[in-house]
């Protein structure tokens, strides 16, 4: 069964700096990735996602995600964090044979900024 | 062009009662998934409606149950309520196929007493 791992469950970042959340799955083979961004009271918004080809891709809000066979990993990078930024993030995994349906979620890291 | 919208946006009931969640996908889209959300976790995959027919359910016991009515909009039943059902309830829409993204609605936030 797929899994995904999100290693920090809470991250401070100062108002600027660059930011790394950190996400590792389990899969047989090369399965579809997403990162969501969930705010308070909100439902999850889709920040990027991966299914083939180039390996770093780009997504809202200046967000991009890199994707690593070697490392199975999917980390996701903003080059200078703003304030409304913080929010709760979750990477997820779905299998290429339904598609995008059925997602499995990782517990989420809650991204704190400080000015 | 309206997104997911889901009703009511809270609940609260006690246990043994059921409760009938609802959503509206958003427009142009066919498939509805729906996932429970517990408190400090991710979401978790409860099942998926593509042609009013539950196409692939995750691992939650038969109390829970939906519908899926030729509008595409969709129901989430839950009988039989535990305290451990308290959770944000999120509704998911798509077009169906690989490739296409899962839009989220607010969530119905259910606590059982």
């Known amino acids: 069964a797929q899994s995904v791992t999100q290693p920090d469950i809470h991250i401070t970042v100062s108002e600027g700096a660059s930011l790394e959340l950190r996400c590792n799955y389990s899969?047989?083979?090369?399965?579809?990735l997403f990162w969501y961004v969930q705010s308070p009271g909100q439902g999850l918004q889709l920040l990027l996602k991966?299914?083939?080809?180039?390996?770093l891709v780009q997504g809202i809000k200046g967000f991009e995600a890199e994707f690593k066979r070697s490392q199975s990993s999917f980390n996701l990078r903003k080059p200078s964090v703003h304030w409304s930024d913080a929010a709760e993030y979750f990477c997820?995994?779905?299998?290429?044979?339904?598609?995008?349906?059925?997602?499995?979620f990782g517990t989420g890291t809650r991204l704190t900024i400080i000015p | 062009d309206a997104g997911v919208t889901q009703s009511p946006t809270h609940l609260i009931k006690t246990r043994g009662q059921q409760v009938t969640l609802r959503c509206s996908p958003k427009?142009?889209?066919?498939?509805v998934s729906w996932y429970q959300q517990a408190l400090g976790q991710g979401p978790q995959f409860i099942f998926q409606y593509y042609e009013e027919e539950e196409r692939q359910r995750g691992n939650f016991p038969d109390r829970f149950s939906g519908h899926q009515f030729p509008n595409y909009s969709s129901e989430l039943n839950v009988n039989a309520l535990l305290l451990g059902d308290s959770a944000l309830y999120l509704c998911?829409?798509?077009?169906?196929?690989?490739?296409?993204?899962?839009?989220f609605g607010p969530g119905t936030r259910l606590l059982v007493l």
């Open positions: 997820a995994v779905g299998e290429p044979n339904f598609g995008n349906e059925k997602l499995t």
């Open positions: 998911a829409s798509s077009s169906k196929g690989p490739g296409e993204t899962q839009y």
């Open positions: 991966y299914f083939s080809g180039d390996t």
């Open positions: 899969y047989g083979a090369t399965p579809y």
């Open positions: 427009s142009g889209h066919d498939t």
